[in-house]
């Protein structure tokens, strides 16, 4: 079967999502996709870009899947003699209507209607987690009402029937040669890390602030600052990192190599986000041998089995300086209930996340009709798994 994949904004999760299905998919993907940069041009103007890109291929797909950064019905207005009746899937790693606005700055509900508008036009809608999917529909209504007249909200249980939860996959094997070795006793005092984004989404200052306290009651601790900013300066890290001092092992982004080895070093993953939709770094560390300790809100309680929910999730900041604490004074009995978490994360590598995505996207190729080329529809698949 042949899929094109559209990503205007290619790159981080975005783009390792696209690349992560074409490299896993039995299916021929064709991946197009723009530089992940000017974001709210990308939703304006990408469609025009990516619609004149289509028209040059060489061959028509059986079934066309694009991310949330599109706007999918003026891609599809501008492609309707080349892709009439070819299937468009749309696959939501976030919105534009409940992802937090930055400090000081009001909403644009430009871009959720452009999110909207996808979603009415899309063959099936996919979102990477049951909160990210349950949060859009819950909100939703409440962009509609805001418009004087037609507002549509008739239209939303019709969306809602064609919406699933399909989670990200994620390239858990690349970090196989690490976290598969034999690790030896981890060393006194534990490590703790941070090793999402350093951005207002993700609430650092929190996390910042835990370690102060923890500091101050004399609890023997280091910590790695990992993850990437997109800020000219962080003063929030740089004052950690003074106030901390040598209990700070790492400070910055980490290549490739780096990080894999800090998460192997790792004993604890903390986060203290205000919104996640997924959180593939939570899922990276916990895979690799790191105890979570993690809000009990957002997706983060779909990532860990309920038995462990009082271990790992805390309700608010004494909460989480309570697990801190016992995580950093059992070391043993953490690292024990992290190999326990291992599979429930396991399951989002991408051998395993591709068959599904295949056979959810075969299934709409085929219920398409005349819009898919002719391939071998038997019920055993001609396509070859990798195990």
């Known amino acids: 079967m042949k899929i ?3 990503e205007p904004y290619c790159g981080g999760s975005h783009r390792a999502w696209a690349e992560g299905y074409a490299a896993h998919s039995c299916h021929d993907v064709t991946l197009l996709a723009l530089p992940a940069r000017f974001w709210k041009w990308r939703m304006q103007g990408g469609a025009v870009t990516l619609a004149e890109q289509a028209l040059a291929l060489p061959f028509r797909p059986d079934l066309v899947l694009v991310s949330a950064m599109l706007n999918l019905p003026a891609f599809l207005a501008l492609t309707q003699g ?3 009746g070819v299937p468009a899937v749309l696959y939501c790693h976030e919105n534009q209507l ?11 509900l430009t871009y959720g209607m452009i999110n909207w508008l996808s979603m009415l036009v899309a063959e099936r809608v996919f979102f990477d987690s049951r909160y990210h999917l349950e949060d859009w529909f819950a909100e939703l209504p409440r962009l509609l009402k805001h418009f004087p007249d037609y507002t549509h909200v008739h239209r939303i249980a019709e ?12 390239d858990l094997r690349r970090l196989d040669p690490i976290s598969s070795l034999q690790s030896p006793a981890p060393a006194r005092p534990s490590l703790l890390l941070w090793n999402q984004r350093w951005e207002y989404d993700k609430d650092p200052e929190t996390f910042l602030r835990a370690l102060s306290v923890l500091a101050e009651e004399g609890v023997d601790f280091r910590v790695a600052l990992a993850g990437k900013s997109y800020r000219q300066t962080a003063p929030e890290f740089e004052a950690a990192r003074e106030r901390l001092g040598e209990r700070v092992v790492h400070f910055g982004h980490a290549g490739a190599t780096e990080y894999g080895a800090l998460l192997r070093r790792a004993d604890v993953v903390v986060s203290t986000a205000i919104h996640e939709f997924f959180g593939i770094a939570i899922v990276e560390a916990i895979y690799c041998g790191c105890f979570p300790v993690l809000p009990r809100r957002l997706a983060y309680p779909e990532l860990i089995p309920q038995q462990y929910h009082e271990d790992c999730l805390y309700e608010d900041f004494e909460g989480l300086l309570a697990r ?3 995580s950093l004074a059992h070391p043993d009995q953490a690292r024990g209930l992290a190999a326990e978490l291992r599979p429930a994360v396991a399951r989002f590598d991408w051998a395993q996340m591709a068959p599904r995505y295949d056979d959810e996207l075969e299934a709409l190729a085929i219920a398409g009709g005349d819009s898919s080329t002719s391939f071998d529809r038997a019920q055993d698949r001609r396509c070859a798994r990798s195990e």
Do not use: H, I, M, Q
């Open 159 to 170: 969306v809602r029937d064609k919406a699933s939860v399909l989670p990200v996959g994620c």
């Open 324 to 326: 801190l604490r016992w």
């Open 82 to 84: 080349f892709l009439a």
């Open 98 to 108: 409940t992802y937090p606005c930055p400090p000081g700055e009001k909403r644009d």
């Open 4 to 6: 094109l994949l559209l």
